[in-house]
């Protein structure tokens, strides 16, 4: 893998990451509000999860296993 690509990958990872946090504070903040449905919560969920999703096939690319 080319250091520019890696580079790439690098920084999709971090923001990635940044509104996975992000989302699960909005989560817990709208669980504590109690003003929300749980649609909407389910929503930041889903996406939350979608988030997870991407940031592993990233870390897998970045980092393969290496069966020993």
Known sequence: METRDEDELRTALAELET???????AIIAMGQAGSFTQIQIQRLKKR???LRDEISKIRATLIPDIIA
Do not use: P, T, W
Request: hydrophobic share 30%; no cysteine; charged share 50%.
């Open 48 to 50: 939350k999860l979608a």
């Open 19 to 25: 509104q996975h946090r992000d989302l699960d504070d």
